[in-house]
């Protein structure tokens, strides 16, 4: 007999690490091996506080900038969320061996606001202004060449340059809704703009948030395992706020849920980002066990078999 009283938890499926984040990681796991310690990591690897611990303490060193970088043989390894094209070209001029990370789907983005430029179209970019995949989006192209649009005012406040001659690209990890209804404003006001087959947000980005929305009608509360600077994992967040669940919180790991919160629950939805690793989703599970007789449940919404190679300069080496 247990006195505990009982929680139905459901667990979101898919949840965490996406295929991009495993191939970031697995990066820098994989040029420690080759090249021992230390190796450089340009910004966090993928924002989630544990994993980049997890790494540091393995002997990666974690840089903002190249410049903090001192004249090495080590390899630098440039972040998930990508980089200005710049650089690149600063690590060439400095003799930097440059491992880049940056995911398949970021790099489709850049590539493809590169065509529309080419091409003689103004860009606009859907994203958040100082996320580092916005910077590195932005910094693909000369400077002043793409316009980033946050708001759908931003969009009334448009003045491009020639109105039949627009492309739109944007950020990975927005919410599937906003985007929707920015790329609604943009194309009533600029009919003729030409954006992505599919959308730019990628597959994780979208299964996780479709998983929320079936999981947040139906609990007291959901919990989304990921760092507070992971802009996937802040919009499962808001996510389930907008599907209706009253009690929605982002936390990195069990020592951070407010407890008094969720005392008087009977039913809690589970999620993870796409960096938040899965055993911080056990830990968190495990501390619900301590005080609640849990009822686990999955609810999957897709299946996700999606699979990246490791950056060349890796595979070479291999
Ligand atoms: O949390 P992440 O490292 O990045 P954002 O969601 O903040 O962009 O997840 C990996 C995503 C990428 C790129
Ligand atoms: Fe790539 Fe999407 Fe994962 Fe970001 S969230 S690393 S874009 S698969």
Redesign the pocket.
């Known amino acids: 007999m247990t006195d505990k009283p009982k929680l139905r938890v459901l667990l979101c499926a898919p949840r965490g690490f996406?295929a991009?984040?495993v191939r970031a990681i697995d990066a820098v796991e994989e040029a420690l091996r080759i090249h021992g310690a230390p190796v450089y990591v340009r910004h966090?690897i993928?924002?989630?506080k544990y994993v980049v611990e997890g790494l540091r303490a393995k002997g990666a060193i974690f840089v903002e900038e190249l410049d903090e970088v001192p004249d090495t043989s080590k390899p630098v390894i440039f972040s998930?969320?990508?980089v200005p094209k710049a650089i690149p070209e600063e690590a060439v001029a400095r003799n930097i061996f440059a491992i880049d990370a940056t995911?398949p789907l970021?790099t489709k983005v850049h590539r493809e606001a590169e065509l529309h430029f080419r091409q003689g179209r103004q860009v606009i970019l859907v994203g958040h202004a100082g996320?580092p995949?916005v910077v590195g989006t932005i910094g693909q192209l000369p400077p002043g060449s793409i316009i980033l649009v946050q708001t759908v005012e931003d969009i009334e406040n448009l003045q491009p340059k020639d109105e039949e001659n627009l492309a739109y690209v944007t950020q990975?990890?927005l919410s599937i809704d906003d985007t929707r209804s920015m790329v609604d404003a943009l194309l009533r006001r600029f009919p003729r703009m030409i954006g992505p087959h599919r959308e730019d947000i990628c597959y994780a980005t979208t299964n996780r948030q479709e998983a929320v929305k079936h999981i947040a009608p139906v609990v007291d509360a959901l919990l989304v395992v990921?760092?507070s600077?992971?802009?996937?994992?802040q919009r499962l967040k808001e996510v389930a706020e907008r599907s209706g669940c009253k009690l929605a919180r982002l936390v990195l790991r069990a020592e951070d849920v407010d407890w008094d919160l969720f005392s008087g629950i009977t039913s809690l939805g589970i999620t993870a980002?796409?960096?938040a690793p899965e055993i911080l989703v056990e830990e968190i599970m495990d501390a619900f066990a301590e005080r609640f007789e849990l009822h686990v449940e999955t609810v999957s919404t897709a299946d996700e078999a999606v699979f990246f190679p490791l950056p060349r300069e890796l595979r070479q080496a291999v």
Request: charged residues 10%; negative net charge; hydrophobic residues 20%.
């Open positions: 996406c991009g984040v966090e993928v924002h989630n998930a969320h990508g995911c970021v996320h995949e990975t990890t990921g760092s600077n992971s802009s996937n994992s980002g796409a960096s």
